[in-house]
């Protein structure tokens, strides 16, 4: 990667953190949590934004930021109040500020007329005090605080060539002393004295980062300084004053934008605590830290943003900790090596039963402790691409807002469980359907207005988003405080589109779940926000193709929940081996309930091909595995063989039947998409420990596969 | 209120105190008889001003000494004996 591109995805990063503190801090403003840390640093997160953005050139970012970042020092400087009305106009304008990171990226363009509008209402807020109300031309320019902003002396370092270089040539040295330094009697001042005497020096005091007196740490350092000195000013002796310090006041010294000489990333500035290192090393947390991105790491002082991000010279806030960026790339390569380890293993294991060893045999105990090596480190790796679900729930609070202004209605978003932690996999592909359901939710969901009055329920409608780890799984809730879904209209529009037969005696379970049905659609009048066609049905499809499940409960008039339940990883699963046919079959051991060899009296014969087993009172339907996959055409006699009781989503319970149980193990998940192509009622494929590829069974789509079957013939014939 | 001749490490944190025991008055402190000014206090006197604006309150310091006024300058806030007049 160019080095450029490097520091510029870092800086990214660095934005898409920003970002989040920055709403996060608004939020709180928003909750009536107004204290002068917190309008700190949203302060400081636009700030750090706008710096890197002047550093690279996104002259509209740093328009907007700088009228952003004049409103909020004014909130900071206790010009400006943050009433509700103030703080719902500054989460407009971070939504704005997003727009313009992700315009940065290539990923999308800026609303230009929202923007300079945005940049007008921000100034007018303050044009009382400040004179004239900005226009939308001063965002435009590169403004790097000729106003307002030179308390905090901050200026971007220029680096790369897409910038000529600065102005002014000479050498431009950072200095952020730390604590430590101060402890041992050191002064900044002692320093910038001695600089002053290699020539004339410019100096420049970035407090960005110092909190009122009523926080402050007195002995804490905050403050960095900005000096500039003649270009002849010889670097030995630039570097010679501090010598002495070393580590206890890193400094960044560049020449006139010139290529950054030293490479302080390996000096933190902050006062480490050794204690609390270590304490955060030992914790689990620590090693579920998300790693992610950015392979060669640029130096961090080579991005302003970085310097700023990283909160050198503060107590760092929590999170911050021991963290290394690792490009995902190579985490996934780890964690596809692991594969093949455990597979590995597995298979020498098998050759050394095969060779006759005995089970106390040294060989044996020694492969028994790799076993457990190999388990262990394939937990610690899957555990590095554990990502906390904040990255997804912390762009729903905009979207809540977008579609709460879209719809008229007043939403009030609860998150709770952000921390919870999953698979960056599973992350990345849960942000379509929970968007999609938070939606559903206020345009379905939640009355008017006026409906809620009516009904005698609070004004504002409340939507919750949790998360929370049950079983093994991670399971999502998006629940609202609406009317809750309306049955005899679901009932009836199915019946109109055909779905379901007029006289069709469903359960309200069974209703609810109509709206899962392709081409489903309650709204009577096409809104802007849902309803366009594409509904539940491709919630559920994503979920499922996740290994999930979605379930609903809801009650008329209360409201309703849509309950996501996930795998934490889709690298490996927990899955009994069966034999079908000739065939190894995978099948996953979260779907099945338990395992059973059927009773001749059990098996009751249905219609010419059906059969169904009674199961503790109740009948569910027999699957011949072999059968639904077509491997074979008739069915074998189930009481020959095995019946592994499973839960689908689409059918409820379901007996299949396969020829015999092999065992559990935890197998290493091979997809067939991505190494063959799809196949129905396969999931994906894993290798055993002979070698062979074995299928995990996608159990929801057999099942599904024999009720659409059973449909097609006789429509809605229930099983049981 | 007087500030103390030395401004440094050992200083800082009995400064904050007596600024933070004078909080939501108007302060005028007097600079005349500082000899040094360390890094360190200055950031309690930059964090002062700060809340006293946050608080709405006149903060100022007055009749810088020239040692007082050096430091300042080459800690790159010269404008820290005027920086209490909020505007």
């Known amino acids: 990667m160019d080095p450029m591109d490097a520091i510029k995805q870092t800086y990214f990063q660095e934005c898409d953190e920003l970002l989040a503190s920055l709403e996060e801090g608004l939020l709180s403003l928003e909750a009536g949590e107004a204290d002068s840390d917190t309008i700190n640093a949203v302060f400081r997160a636009v700030h750090s934004v706008k710096g890197g953005a002047g550093a690279f050139g996104f002259q509209a970012m740093v328009g907007f930021a700088h009228v952003f970042e004049t409103t909020l020092d004014a909130m900071r400087s206790g010009k400006l109040d943050p009433d509700p009305e103030v703080v719902k106009l500054m989460l407009r304008a971070a939504d704005v500020l997003a727009d313009h990171v992700a315009a940065a990226k290539g990923e999308g363009t800026v609303d230009e007329a929202r923007g300079h509008a945005m940049a007008d209402e921000l100034a007018a807020l303050v044009a009382p005090e400040g004179g004239a109300p900005r226009t939308s031309a001063t965002p435009a320019s590169p403004a790097h605080d000729e106003d307002g902003g030179d308390e905090w002396g901050f200026k971007p370092l220029k680096f790369g060539d897409d910038e000529p270089a600065a102005a002014s040539a000479g050498w431009r040295l950072v200095m952020r002393p730390t604590k430590a330094m101060y402890a041992k009697g050191h002064d900044a001042l002692l320093f910038l004295r001695e600089l002053s005497r290699l020539g004339p020096t410019a100096t420049t005091l970035d407090t960005s980062w110092l909190p ?146 005995a089970r106390s045999s040294t060989i044996a105990m020694g492969l028994d402790e790799l076993e457990q090596l190999t388990r262990e480190i394939q937990d610690s790796v899957m555990a590095i691409r554990a990502q906390p679900v904040k990255s997804v729930f912390q762009r729903m609070p905009r979207l809540v807002r977008e579609a709460a202004g879209a719809t008229g209605k007043q939403v009030r978003l609860v998150m709770e469980g952000e921390g919870t932690e999953v698979d960056k996999t599973v992350i990345e592909r849960l942000s379509d359907p929970i968007t999609h359901m938070l939606r559903n939710a206020i345009d379905h969901g939640l009355e008017s207005t006026e409906e809620r009055v009516a009904s005698g329920k609070q004004e504002e409608g409340t939507v919750r988003l949790a998360a929370l780890h049950r079983s093994g799984r991670i399971v999502i809730e998006v629940s609202d405080d609406g009317k809750g879904i309306n049955r005899p209209k679901v009932r009836e529009i199915a019946v109109k589109k055909g779905l379901i037969a007029p006289d069709a005696s469903l359960t309200d379970e069974e209703i609810d779940n109509l709206i899962f049905l392709p081409g489903f659609s309650t709204a009577t009048t096409i809104s802007n926000l849902s309803g366009r066609g594409v509904g539940m049905d491709v919630v559920k499809r994503s979920i499922q193709a996740l290994g999930g499940r979605i379930t609903i409960s809801s009650i008329p008039g209360k409201g309703s929940t849509f309950t996501l339940s996930l795998p934490l990883t889709l690298a490996v699963l927990d899955g009994m081996v069966v034999s079908v046919g ?46 639904a996959l077509g491997q074979r055409s008739e069915p074998i006699d189930p009481t020959q063989g095995v019946v592994l009781l499973v839960e689908s989503e689409v059918g409820g319970r379901a007996a299949l039947v396969a020829d015999e149980i092999q065992g559990q193990r935890q197998v290493v998940i091979k997809s067939l998409e991505a190494n063959f192509q799809r196949v129905e009622g396969v999931a994906a494929a894993t290798i055993l420990g002979d070698g062979r590829v074995a299928l995990i069974l996608d159990v929801d789509a057999v099942v599904e596969k024999m009720f659409s079957d059973r449909r097609d013939a006789a429509p809605l014939a229930k099983a049981s | 209120m007087k500030l103390p001749q030395v401004l440094d490490l050992a200083a800082a944190t009995t400064l904050r105190t007596q600024l933070m025991e004078r909080r939501g008055q108007k302060l005028a402190l007097d600079g005349g008889e500082v000899e040094r000014l360390g890094g360190l206090c200055l950031q309690v006197l930059i964090a002062a001003r700060n809340q006293w604006r946050v608080d709405g309150v006149d903060f100022h310091i007055v009749n810088p000494s020239p040692a007082f006024a050096d430091g300042a300058r080459l800690l790159g806030a010269d404008d820290i004996a005027s920086l209490g007049d909020a505007p």
């Not at chain 1, 395992?595 to 339907?621: D, F, I, N, W």
Request: charged letters at 25%.
């Open chain 1, 212 to 357: 009122n007196l009523e926080g402050l740490d007195p002995e804490e350092s905050y403050c960095t300084w900005t000096v500039e000195l003649p270009a002849e000013t010889p670097e030995v002796a630039i570097r010679d004053i501090f010598d002495f310090v070393g580590d206890d006041c890193p400094i960044e010294l560049t020449l006139s934008g010139a290529n950054v000489v030293e490479p302080p990333a390996a000096t933190p500035a902050a006062p480490i605590d050794i204690d609390a290192l270590l304490n955060s090393v030992r914790t689990p947390t620590a090693e579920r830290e998300a790693l992610e991105g950015g392979a060669e790491k640029p130096a961090a002082a080579a991005t302003p943003a970085a310097d700023k991000g990283a909160s050198k010279n503060v107590p760092a806030p929590a999170g911050a900790g021991a963290t290394i960026r690792v490009d995902l790339e190579r985490v996934d390569r780890m964690i596809d090596l692991v594969g093949e380890l455990v597979i590995n293993q597995a298979m020498l294991q098998q050759r050394v039963m095969e060779s006759g060893a």
């Open chain 1, 582 to 627: 000739e065939q190894t079959l995978v099948a996953p051991l979260t779907t099945i309930i338990e395992t059973l060899r059927p009773k001749p009296e059990e098996v009751r014969r249905l219609g010419p091909r059906g059969a169904v087993l009674a199961v503790r009172g109740s009948h569910v339907p027999l699957i011949d595995i072999g059968v």
